[in-house]
């Protein structure tokens, strides 16, 4: 195995190109947004103009892409993949997808003669070049022994769990896992705090308990101190893997409604607009709400309308400090009583002081509706 294509160069796409070339693999690429292959490129990659001229005579090709729509404008589109790759080239999708259609996609590889994989990413960027990276995949053995060593060029451990669609099913089900935990987690701080309890002792207690898996640890030193640096994970990536569990479960017959309380907080948040919101921020924000308004449960809806809409126009501009202050100071203007235009006054002096023009911030037609406190 020589030549290797990689079409979708985003934050995970990336990393997994460039541990490619470093491994000694002649590299193509492809990503559907221009100006992201030029790092690549200065380091021996070929940039392709389409999917199918990045795959044509490559041994292998592996696709990072966002969902089923991308996943299949790229292999079936105009100058899509699928039709240029070669007999006995082995397609490795490492996208996470439905399983519906990542069995499609197999059947069609197969039409092509072609070898097929499904390689769930288990870990965020860092994953890969830290070297920590996991992969759920699904293949025939001997697929799997055949491409192994090019999925070893970016990942730690190989976890074989049976035929193509194995992999994806796994992939879905842990990231249900990661979901679940979270939304907990946000719940558990929220009623510590309520509780009057030392909370510097509660995240030793979390950091060493039985409850600290990786979910766990990732996002709580974070959710603590309000800092959400790295970016990790957009909300609507969450939302789009837990819409496809809940298919999947629904196609096997299977009731999850733990997993289902956790989804309805992401459509609900969804609903208000917070689709580019990061996760972190996402889960951040639903803990402030519960600690600081005095509400019995967490639920997305009881936050102020222009809270919503300034906290999501922020992250979704990557103004994720400014978005953290807007929280304190909306959240001290809701204590006082103050009125919505009140309470956007009070960002725009500090937008002002960090430079940011009022452009940078959401219309105030949004702030309509008062807070149940009042």
């Given at each position: 195995?020589?030549?290797i294509a990689?079409l979708g160069?985003g934050?995970?796409?990336?990393?997994?190109?460039?541990n490619?070339?470093k491994?000694?693999?002649e590299?193509?690429?492809?990503?559907?947004?221009?100006g992201r292959?030029g790092e690549?490129?200065?380091?021996g990659a070929?940039?392709?103009?389409s999917p199918?001229d990045?795959?044509?005579g490559a041994?292998?090709?592996v696709?990072?892409?966002g969902d089923?729509?991308?996943?299949?404008?790229i292999?079936?589109?105009?100058?899509?993949?699928?039709?240029?790759t070669?007999?006995?080239?082995?397609?490795?999708?490492?996208?996470?997808l439905?399983l519906g259609w990542?069995?499609e996609?197999?059947?069609?590889?197969?039409?092509?003669?072609?070898r097929?994989?499904?390689?769930g990413l288990g870990?965020?960027?860092g994953?890969?070049?830290?070297?920590?990276?996991?992969?759920?995949?699904?293949?025939?053995?001997?697929?799997?022994d055949a491409i192994?060593?090019l999925l070893?060029?970016?990942?730690?451990r190989?976890?074989?769990?049976?035929l193509?669609?194995?992999?994806m099913a796994?992939?879905?089900?842990?990231?249900m896992l990661?979901d679940v935990?979270?939304?907990?987690l946000?719940?558990?701080?929220?009623m510590m705090?309520k509780?009057?309890?030392d909370?510097?002792?509660a995240?030793k207690?979390?950091?060493?308990?039985?409850?600290?898996?990786?979910a766990?640890?990732?996002?709580?030193k974070?959710?603590?101190a309000?800092?959400y640096?790295?970016?990790s994970f957009?909300?609507r990536w969450m939302?789009?893997?837990?819409?496809y569990m809940?298919r999947?479960?629904?196609e096997?017959?299977?009731?999850l409604?733990?997993?289902?309380?956790?989804r309805?907080?992401?459509?609900?948040a969804?609903?208000k607009?917070?689709?580019?919101?990061?996760?972190?921020?996402h889960?951040?924000?639903?803990?402030?709400a519960?600690k600081?308004?005095?509400?019995?449960?967490?639920?997305?809806?009881?936050?102020?309308?222009?809270?919503?809409?300034q906290l999501?126009?922020?992250?979704?501009?990557?103004h994720r400090?400014?978005?953290?202050?807007t929280?304190?100071?909306?959240k001290?203007?809701?204590?006082?009583?103050?009125?919505?235009k009140?309470?956007?006054?009070l960002?725009l002096?500090?937008a002002?002081?960090?430079?940011?023009?009022?452009?940078?911030?959401p219309?105030?037609?949004?702030l309509?509706r008062?807070?149940?406190?009042r």
């Amino acid at each position: 195995m020589k030549t290797i294509a990689v079409l979708g160069l985003g934050n995970m796409g990336f990393n997994i190109a460039a541990n490619i070339l470093k491994a000694g693999y002649e590299l193509r690429v492809y990503n559907r947004s221009k100006g992201r292959d030029g790092e690549l490129v200065k380091q021996g990659a070929k940039n392709a103009a389409s999917p199918a001229d990045a795959v044509r005579g490559a041994d292998a090709v592996v696709s990072v892409v966002g969902d089923d729509e991308a996943s299949k404008a790229i292999w079936l589109g105009e100058q899509g993949a699928l039709a240029a790759t070669s007999p006995g080239c082995c397609i490795i999708e490492c996208s996470t997808l439905s399983l519906g259609w990542v069995k499609e996609l197999s059947a069609l590889a197969q039409e092509r003669r072609c070898r097929f994989a499904d390689a769930g990413l288990g870990g965020g960027p860092g994953s890969i070049p830290g070297g920590t990276m996991n992969l759920f995949v699904g293949a025939e053995q001997a697929t799997f022994d055949a491409i192994k060593p090019l999925l070893a060029s970016f990942s730690k451990r190989q976890f074989r769990f049976g035929l193509p669609g194995a992999g994806m099913a796994y992939k879905l089900i842990n990231n249900m896992l990661i979901d679940v935990q979270v939304s907990a987690l946000a719940e558990a701080l929220a009623m510590m705090e309520k509780s009057g309890i030392d909370m510097a002792e509660a995240e030793k207690a979390m950091m060493n308990g039985s409850f600290s898996s990786p979910a766990v640890t990732s996002n709580l030193k974070g959710m603590m101190a309000a800092s959400y640096e790295p970016v990790s994970f957009q909300l609507r990536w969450m939302r789009k893997d837990a819409d496809y569990m809940h298919r999947f479960a629904e196609e096997r017959g299977v009731k999850l409604p733990v997993a289902a309380a956790a989804r309805g907080l992401l459509e609900e948040a969804a609903a208000k607009g917070w689709s580019n919101v990061i996760v972190d921020l996402h889960a951040w924000c639903l803990y402030i709400a519960c600690k600081e308004l005095k509400m019995p449960t967490l639920q997305v809806r009881e936050l102020p309308e222009d809270v919503y809409n300034q906290l999501s126009y922020l992250a979704e501009k990557e103004h994720r400090s400014l978005a953290q202050q807007t929280v304190v100071l909306l959240k001290e203007g809701i204590r006082s009583k103050l009125k919505a235009k009140e309470r956007r006054r009070l960002l725009l002096e500090k937008a002002h002081e960090l430079e940011l023009s009022a452009v940078d911030l959401p219309d105030p037609v949004v702030l309509i509706r008062e807070d149940r406190e009042r």
